[in-house]
């Protein structure tokens, strides 16, 4: 034995270790060492951005605000402080280095911020210095983080927020989407659209979310939603299906999906940026007045795969319409007749030579020295000037000429000037190159020079054009020949200009005004005079008429219905000058009552707050003359917001109980209009006790943890339904002895029959197909229909009898059973087979297993038994073959639950309230209380959405402390509906 080998063999194995260790553990110390110093710096940012989330609301809310803001400051925070316009604190990474992290506020702050680690409950208030002032007290005793602030609706018609259950589907061609809600995920609420993706190339799939009915979105702009990615660049399809309900037609628009990825993104665009998808039939144009569905596809030529979520899809509210640009004086205004200024060009009409821009002209240049020169210059025309009120910016357009030449030696600028008659002084404005000389002996057309000027004349100047030659001195003089179109084109100058003033005069509403009248009375002051004067409301266009006295155009709009509305007036005069006034709205409230709906903070209905304190917003689609909130039937005035249009009010000290609120508001002409009533508890000095465990009998609970908090968001227990056990049921039973009606016969071919045999069978009774005579070939069959709805069974079977009773020179034939769905697809449940005359006994098939997607569809099926037969020749011949006991068997599934949650250590009190949030999929549940000896029916829980259940809990339900809670299907045998019931909290509520 060599131990000398295996002592060397040991030391070279830890020395491979010792490296590999020297390796691994400095990249594990910098990765986790890198991790930890940037968590430090996100959590501090997050804390600086709920800060000034704070502030900046309070600002909005005004002096005498208050707020509570609670924040996690991680270790690592060194320095913090409220300072004039911002929130700023500075950290020391790792690296011993300080990083500042900073936010802005749109008030004046002033304070200390807290920088010891942990979780802290700041006091903000807006004081009457113009301060928001922030004092905190130390740790909170929760020490449980405050959840980042839901992020506010984006503005506009909500279409999905995959809330509740959204009719998904999906398309997929060599690909595949997910295209299922997902709870994963979202930009707000619980749920959003999971997208992941994965194509071939050349492949697509989409997702499409359908409306339950078709909806109007005439008013608005376009369709907006956040988007979630994992791959930027990317070319998604958005899909619009509009026009008929029953047959729509697809509309498309691409987007690209931009830089930050991993984070949701809002992405918007206009509904005219959507085009027919050319494979899609039906209607020409987007009719946004019945829009039936909203998709998202991708595909194309490269394969593609990623992860993809869409939420909070909106169809966002239309703009205000534009002021049109002025068209100014779009017309060609001629100058002076152009002045040779300069001899040494001499200029030659062509003898008998013209093209189609005119006579042509040679230029001979004589000068052999190369350099620029001044060839033409002119002015525009003093009266047009003073017609323009020349004092705005133009536009030069200059046409060029052909122009050849005997060598590349010329090239032609134009320039631009400020000019003053007075003194002859000028500025230059800007030169462009206008043409250089082309190859020699060629023509070449240039149809413009385009000269772009944003300057301002002086006043009392001239715009002077001037036309530069620059020559290279070659040794043969060249000459270049253009023809007479200069004349034509070289001297119109296209000016736009500012135009003359529009301007509303009384009796004109002022903008952004409201009245109770539907009439509207319109003047609109010109300083010049109208040729033509129209009113411009609504996107329709009304002729006005012209008061030449007043200089003024009217018009009297009679009949409005009430409504909010957009008009300007456009005017222009004989010498075609155009322009058009500021766009202004008014608003029609004859029968208009304020529109009233609670906006963020306010608490959602049916929810607690552990805060002695409710901020209650309301958005109104009028400004109120009053606006009251409703608390437990006393009246507080609340704040208008003219910015954000809500009226607002802080409830503060609110004692623990039970609020019931509401907001009124009426507009300046006393129509009147309430909000919902929504209902708030209050409860800052109660004590909590959250379940503790659970127990199920049938069914499963996944997440309990989400129903022991009530401040984690939307993160709920789900208790799913189980299968509890199929149930057998015959859906075809056939014997023929005693059941065989309900069956019809039919035949293809000659000499063939299908019928029911009373006399013959297993036992007496049988229907049967047969062929008779020589050379015969067909199909004999027998159907019977049947209904079901229970929905994609767990499993059907088929059994049946079968004898050949005659087969006199009959050939070998086949028989099969066909189902065929409600829809008209036939789906075959018992494979084509053949026989013979060996199956001259009868023949069992018992329990054949059936595919159960033949039976997922619900109504009228039809079960086919067909026969195909076939004789030879010679003499009588004859094959017949019988079924009976025909029997179809599914075994539908059967859900249900059973699952009891228990509130163990819950203190003794004054009063126990069992309390429980929660939302239904699909069908409802029970809730039961258990008494120590029965179970009480508490509730039923029936929202689809979010709701509280709150319940007085007596003194045997409080059960010494131990509260059982128990969740049942409301069918109570059960049902093929797998349902889905979310808890997301169940607490009992002590008073001491």
Not at 354 to 363: A, C, E, R, W
Not at 636 to 653: E, G, I
Not at 857 to 864: I, M, R, V
Not at 873 to 898: E, G, M, Q, T
Request: hydrophobic share 40%; glycine share 6%.
């Amino acid at each position: 034995m060599n131990f000398t080998r295996k002592g060397q063999a040991s030391i070279e194995y830890v020395v491979v270790v010792a490296l590999f260790l020297a390796i691994v553990i400095p990249l594990a110390y910098y990765t986790y060492y890198n991790v930890a110093a940037g968590n430090v710096q996100l959590q501090t940012q997050t804390a600086a951005e709920e800060l000034a989330r704070t502030a900046d609301s309070l600002y909005l809310q005004g002096v005498g605000a208050r707020a509570q803001a609670r924040v996690y400051i991680p270790d690592g925070v060194e320095y913090g402080v409220v300072r004039s316009k911002e929130i700023f604190f500075l950290v020391r990474g790792r690296n011993g280095n300080l990083t500042e992290v900073w936010r802005p506020i749109k008030g004046t702050g002033t304070g200390d911020l807290p920088i010891t680690p942990g979780y802290f409950a700041l006091d903000v208030f807006y004081d009457a210095n113009g301060n928001i002032v922030f004092n905190y007290t130390g740790v909170t005793s929760g020490g449980t983080p405050v959840p980042t602030p839901e992020p506010s609706a984006d503005p506009g018609i909500l279409l999905f927020d995959f809330e509740s259950s959204t009719n998904l589907t999906k398309t997929q061609s060599s690909g595949a989407i997910a295209c299922v809600r997902t709870n994963s995920t979202r930009y707000r609420g619980t749920y959003s659209a999971d997208l992941a993706y994965n194509v071939n190339a050349g492949g697509n799939v989409s997702c499409n979310a359908a409306f339950e009915t078709a909806r109007d979105l005439t008013n608005s702009g376009g369709l907006s939603f956040r988007l979630k990615y994992s791959t930027e660049a990317l070319t998604v399809k958005a899909w619009v299906y509009s026009c008929d309900p029953a047959s729509p037609t697809v509309f498309e628009a691409s987007f690209s999906t931009p830089a930050g990825a991993g984070s949701w993104n809002k992405i918007t665009i206009p509904w005219s940026n959507f085009s027919k998808a050319a494979w899609s039939p039906g209607c020409l144009s987007l009719n946004l007045s019945s829009v039936v569905s909203i998709a998202f596809a991708l595909g194309g030529a490269s394969a593609m795969n990623g992860s993809m979520w869409v939420d909070e899809e909106y169809a966002y509210p239309m703009e205000a319409e534009p002021t049109p640009v002025p068209e100014g004086f779009k017309r060609f205004l001629y100058t002076y007749p152009p002045t040779e200024v300069n001899a040494s060009f001499n200029t030659t009409a062509v003898a008998n030579e013209s093209s189609p821009y005119g006579v042509t002209k040679t230029i001979t240049n004589t000068y052999a020295v190369p350099g620029t020169y001044l060839f033409y210059s002119w002015y525009l025309h003093p009266a047009l000037l003073a017609e323009t009120d020349f004092g705005a910016n133009f536009t030069g357009r200059i046409n060029a000429a052909n122009f050849e030449t005997s060598a590349p030696a010329m090239s032609f600028i134009i320039k631009m000037h400020d000019y003053d008659p007075a003194t002859g002084d000028k500025t230059l404005l800007g030169s462009s190159d206008l043409f250089s000389a082309p190859v020699n002996g060629s023509y070449d057309s240039l149809p413009y020079s385009v000269f772009t000027n944003e300057s301002t004349l002086s006043a009392g100047h001239r715009l002077l054009s001037e036309v530069w030659i620059t020559t290279y001195g070659y040794d043969q003089m060249p000459s270049v020949r253009y023809n007479s179109a200069w004349n034509d084109s070289f001297y119109l100058i296209n000016v736009t200009g500012t135009g003359f003033a529009i301007s509303f005069v009384p009796p004109t509403p002022a903008n952004a005004s409201a009245t109770n009248f539907n009439y509207v009375y319109f003047n609109a002051s010109l300083s010049r005079t109208a040729n033509t004067c129209i009113l411009v409301w609504n996107n329709t266009n009304y002729s006005m008429a012209w008061d030449a006295v007043n200089r003024v155009c009217y018009y009297n709009r009679t009949a409005i219905a009430d409504a909010t509305y957009p008009y300007y007036v456009w005017a222009n005069t004989s010498t075609g000058d155009s322009n058009v006034s500021e766009t202004r709205t008014v608003t029609i409230e004859v029968n208009m009552t304020p529109q009233i709906s609670f906006v963020a903070p306010t608490p959602p209905n049916e929810t607690m707050v552990n805060m002695n304190y409710v901020y209650v917003n309301a958005s109104l689609s009028l400004a109120p003359s009053a606006c009251k909130l409703v608390w437990n039937n006393t009246n507080y005035s609340m704040a208008w917001d003219a910015v954000n249009r809500a009226c607002y009010y802080n409830h503060t000290l609110v004692a623990d109980g039970d609020y019931q609120y509401y907001v009124w508001a009426n507009n300046s002409f006393g129509k009147f209009n309430a909000s919902e009533t929504r209902r708030v508890q209050v409860s800052a000095g109660a004590i909590y006790s959250y379940v503790t465990s659970f127990s199920a009998a049938w069914g499963s609970v996944h997440n309990l943890a989400g129903a022991q908090n009530a401040s984690d968001g939307d993160s709920a227990a789900l208790v799913y339904e189980n299968n509890s056990g199929a149930i057998n049921q015959s859906i075809v039973n056939t014997d023929f002895a005693t059941n065989a009606t309900g069956w019809t016969y039919s035949v293809y071919g000659t000499g063939l029959t299908a019928a029911f045999d009373a006399a013959y069978g297993n036992p007496a009774g049988s229907g049967y197909g047969r062929a008779s005579g020589k050379n015969r070939h067909g199909y004999a069959a027998g159907a019977t229909q049947f209904y079901y709805a229970k929905g994609t069974p767990a499993s059907a079977n088929l059994s049946f009898d079968r004898r050949v009773r005659t087969y006199n020179r009959g050939l070998t034939s086949n028989f099969t059973f066909l189902l065929q769905k409600p829809s008209g697809i036939n789906v075959t449940i018992f494979p084509t087979s053949s026989f013979s005359a060996v199956d001259a006994a009868w023949n069992s098939t018992v329990n054949y297993s059936v595919p159960a997607s033949a039976l997922n569809e619900s109504g009228a099926y039809l079960l086919w038994i067909i026969a195909e037969l076939s004789t030879e020749n010679p003499a009588r011949p004859d094959l017949r073959i019988h079924f009976d006991n025909v029997r179809l068997d599914v075994k539908p599934y059967n859900y249900s639950y059973n699952v009891t949650f228990l509130n163990a250590g819950v203190p003794a009190g004054s009063t126990h309230r069992l309390q429980v949030r929660y939302r239904v999929t699909s069908e409802n549940a029970t809730l039961r209380v258990f008494n120590g000896t029965t179970w009480n029916q508490a509730a039923s829980l029936t929202s689809a959405s979010y709701a509280i259940v709150d319940f007085l809990l007596n003194n045997a339900e409080y059960n010494g402390g131990a509260v059982y809670a128990r969740y049942l299907d409301a069918n109570a045998t059960g049902d093929t509906v797998q349902n889905l019931l979310e808890v997301e909290y169940q607490r009992v509520m002590t008073t001491p």
